[in-house]
């Protein structure tokens, strides 16, 4: 298996344009997260699926933010429009379980930098 | 206030040292875990536990869930062992708001 597969691995924006970030979860996985890391705060959770459906929100800082999963073997973040204080690195991760405890496996991340 | 407090925040070790990186948390839990994430590289999960202790090679991790704590061993400690640990917990009660440390900074000096 080829892992939890992110893209791009580096995006660099001008402030004010769409950044999307996409996920391809591990094959059986039914569970997708969504983090952002920063310096300053480390990790934080945005937004997690089960079997396709948002769970759980709550993480999303702003409306600016928003994340979608089509089917079992897609996500997407979306920033629109970007501001400077997003830059930082998105993993997304998945899991065979309904929780973070039922096996864990992170992507390589994005990192994202708007100017 | 953070929920889970990791010490110490950076560490140099000389290769061959042995390492301990310590995790305090404050809410009641139905996992920890230890991640370890390498310069400019991914997320790796390291181990996860609900008590006792578990090995993996050289790592060690440790839980006392009476006194909320966890420590996490290094033995014979190696360059390639440089990267950033993370403490994590899994919340009871709380569906899946986890709580992370800020992580701890090793650098092993050969």
């Known amino acids: 298996d080829a892992g939890v597969i992110q893209s791009p691995r580096h995006e660099v924006t001008e402030m004010g344009q769409e950044v999307t970030l996409r996920c391809k979860p591990i094959s059986g996985h039914n569970s997708l997260f969504w983090y952002r890391q920063t310096m300053m705060r480390g990790l934080e959770l945005l937004i997690y699926?089960?079997?396709?459906?948002?769970?759980?929100d709550s993480g999303m800082p702003e409306d600016r933010f928003s994340a979608k999963m089509p089917n079992a073997s897609f996500s997407t973040l979306k920033i629109q429009p970007s501001e400077p204080r997003d830059s930082a690195v998105y993993f997304c991760?998945?899991?065979?379980?309904?929780?973070?405890?039922?096996?864990?496996?992170f992507g390589s991340g994005t990192r994202l930098t708007v100017v | 206030k953070n929920e889970v407090e990791q010490s110490p925040q950076n560490l140099t070790a000389q290769e061959g040292e042995f390492i301990t990186i310590n995790c305090s948390y404050s809410?009641?839990?139905?996992?920890l875990h230890w991640l370890q994430q390498h310069p400019g590289g991914g997320i790796v999960s390291l181990f996860m536990l609900s008590s006792g202790k578990k090995k993996h090679g050289r790592l060690i991790a440790t839980i006392n869930i009476q006194e909320k704590h966890s420590s996490l061993h290094i033995t014979a400690s190696h360059p390639r062992d440089s990267a950033v640990y993370i403490c994590?917990?899994?919340?009871?009660?709380?569906?899946?708001?986890?709580?992370f440390g800020t992580g701890t900074s090793l650098t092993v000096i050969p």
């Open positions: 699926f089960n079997n396709n459906v948002p769970i759980d």
């Open positions: 809410v009641g839990i139905s996992a």
């Open positions: 991760a998945s899991s065979s379980g309904g929780s973070w405890n039922y096996g864990y496996t």
């Open positions: 994590a917990v899994s919340p009871t009660n709380t569906g899946n708001q986890f709580y």
